[in-house]
């Protein structure tokens, strides 16, 4: 794939996602639950104030170290002295002054309690410089990660890649992207495949923040730079990744979560966001409390390629994981990496109501956009205010989403539900939906142990060397099933005495019901729009022009 500058994103980054490294599970076919294999078994036993400018409009792109600052790299000592010479566009640490660091910073990474965590994630350099480590100081870990290095190395020296170690009770997986080696070291019962998945995600979330062609860049000059220097204050992001990839079901399935809505309301709101449109503008993105309200987008983007759920992820990952962005309206650079790990887009983030809960995200192409963004907010706010849809969002609905009691089963603990049968032509975001967790799934070790069962079942399902369709799992405190469809992907928890005769007729309920709320609980057909001001321009209906635009230069 040819890269462009990372100064705004390019058409071959756009045109070719299904390139890049997928997220999203392999999907079977297939609609009746007897046509495949089948079983029934026991478990075994800061944000730099500088690029986030609200007032004069600008946000810069991030600049690559010089050949100056490269080399002073090499001094551990200087590197948080010194960050303040590098544009960051993404970090926390600085618009938090004062604030403690996470206790887990201080772990003595010596200590059983450090060694007992279900999981650990490392981040290092080809050189076996340490970037990130989710327990411990990196610092007192650069033996560890030293280590691990030279694993890797030997592998290679023999023309092959390091996958993954098994031992008795850990698995640890290796992923190689460029210049960065992350391992993840876990006890859990996740796969290979699904810890792979997350190991990504860390990725990602590094290359939102700095974009893969600056990585490649700076260690082409330096192989010892400490990357810490750009990411000074970043860990906060990260950490709270991890903990998302642990709980929310979305990272799991491929897809992003909907907030329950009546269609009305939602198409309505979609309406408000296609009306208010600048040149430039390529996704509008309405959330309330974590969850999608609904995403517009630039109709010539459209015909190219989707928002990707693994895009949309990091970037709520990124507003969740600071207060600053409740701070009024903020103007920053971000590279969604799914869509273009090379370029940035300009980032629009505001909130609408004083209980930050409703969350309006605008992605320009153009830097110098931010007064012609943050009319389109203003306009939209107006509009939800007028219509009485922002009271809705942020006080007015079920806290936080619906309970599985509303599916009417005594039986059914909970569920997840991924549809698949959707028109290719509509190019929207993947969607599930859940219920909320309920007893006695209400304290985290008992979330864990669900969340557990889920992966375990996902990783039966997509195995590469034997998939499943239909699985019947019987656990020490409840039974699951787990079915895929050519139509949808489905895992339920049940109460512990419920057969299998049982819970397939509750999943016939279920289905159901599902179908009766489906309007409600997903973005059936997503809007969009056109920000052209010459629509007989160009051979797809007009596209803006490109003249000052990185991003449809290409087209």
Same mark, same amino acid.
């Given at each position: ?11 071959? !980054?756009? *045109? ?13 076919? %297939? ?6 294999? $089948? ?10 104030? !500088? ?22 790299? *090499? ?10 010479? @590098? ?19 201080? $772990?003595?990474? &010596? ?13 290092? +350099? ?16 650069? #033996? &560890? ?17 390091? =996958? ?31 810890? =792979? ?12 923040? /700095? ?50 809505? +009546? +269609? ?25 409390? +974590? ?8 109709? *010539?983007?459209?015909? $190219? ?21 409740? *701070? ?16 940035? @887009? ?86 599930? &939906?859940?219920?909320?967790?309920? !007893?006695?799934?209400?304290?985290? $070790? ?22 499943? =369709? ?59 729009? #056109?920000?052209?001001?010459?629509? %007989? ?17 290409? /087209?």
């Amino acid at each position: 794939m040819a890269t462009g500058e990372p100064g705004s994103p390019t058409r071959e !980054g756009m *045109a070719l996602p299904q390139e890049q490294a997928g997220l999203c599970p392999a999907h079977t076919g %297939g609609d009746e639950p007897s046509a495949g294999p $089948e079983e029934q078994e026991e478990l075994p036993a800061p944000l730099s104030n !500088g690029l986030m400018r609200a007032a004069d409009g600008q946000g810069d792109a991030q600049e690559e170290p010089s050949d100056k600052e490269l080399s002073d790299s *090499a001094s551990t000592d200087n590197a948080l002295e010194d960050s303040s010479e @590098f544009g960051r566009p993404l970090g926390v640490g600085a618009l938090e002054p004062g604030g403690p660091p996470p206790s887990h910073r201080d $772990e003595d990474v &010596t200590a059983a309690s450090w060694r007992a965590r279900r999981k650990h994630v490392f981040v290092l +350099s080809e050189a076996g410089k340490p970037i990130y480590s989710r327990y411990g100081n990196e610092e007192a870990l650069s #033996s &560890t990660m030293g280590v691990m290095m030279a694993l890797v190395s030997f592998i290679q020296s023999g023309d092959n890649a390091i =996958r993954s170690i098994y031992s008795d009770d850990r698995k640890l997986v290796f992923v190689q992207q460029g210049p960065l080696v992350l391992v993840s070291v876990s006890r859990t019962l996740q796969s290979e495949q699904q810890l =792979r998945q997350e190991l990504l995600y860390v990725y990602y979330q590094i290359l939102s923040m /700095l974009t893969q062609v600056s990585i490649t860049r700076i260690f082409e000059r330096k192989k010892n730079y400490d990357l810490r220097r750009l990411l000074a204050g970043s860990e906060k992001i990260l950490d709270r990744l991890l903990n998302l990839v642990e709980s929310d079901p979305g990272f799991l399935l491929g897809a992003v979560r909907c907030l329950p809505l +009546s +269609s009305s309301l939602r198409d309505a709101l979609g309406t408000l966001l296609q009306k208010a449109i600048t040149p430039n503008l390529v996704f509008s993105i309405l959330v309330a409390r +974590s969850q999608l309200v609904t995403a517009v987008q630039e109709r *010539a983007v459209i015909e $190219e390629c989707r928002l990707e759920p693994t895009d949309l992820h990091l970037l709520l990952n990124l507003i969740g994981a600071s207060s600053a962005f409740q *701070a009024g309206e903020i103007w920053t650079p971000i590279c969604l990496p799914r869509f273009n790990p090379d370029g940035y @887009f300009y980032a629009y983030i505001s909130y609408l109501d004083a209980e930050c809960t409703v969350c309006l995200v605008l992605l320009s192409t153009d830097k110098e956009s931010f007064y012609a963004v943050s009319d389109c907010k203003k306009r939209v706010e107006e509009a939800m205010r007028t219509q009485g849809s922002l009271q809705a969002l942020s006080g007015g609905l079920p806290s936080p989403s619906y309970g599985v009691g509303q599916v009417g089963v005594p039986d059914l603990r909970h569920f997840l539900y991924k549809p698949l049968d959707i028109p290719e032509n509509y190019r929207q975001l993947p969607q599930f &939906t859940s219920p909320e967790l309920e !007893g006695p799934y209400c304290s985290e $070790e008992e979330q864990h142990r669900l969340f557990d069962l889920y992966h375990y079942l996902h990783s039966r399902i997509h195995s590469t060397s034997r998939p499943l =369709r239909l699985i019947y799992h019987v656990a020490e405190k409840e039974t699951l099933l787990a079915w895929v469809t050519s139509k949808f992907e489905l895992y339920t928890c049940f109460s512990p005495l419920v057969t299998k005769a049982g819970a397939i007729n509750v999943l016939t309920k279920l289905l159901r019901w599902i179908k009766k709320e489906e309007d409600r609980l997903f973005i059936r057909y997503p809007p969009k729009y #056109s920000t052209t001001p010459n629509p %007989g321009k160009g051979a797809k209906g007009g596209r803006a022009d490109g003249a000052e635009n990185g991003f449809f230069a290409g /087209l």
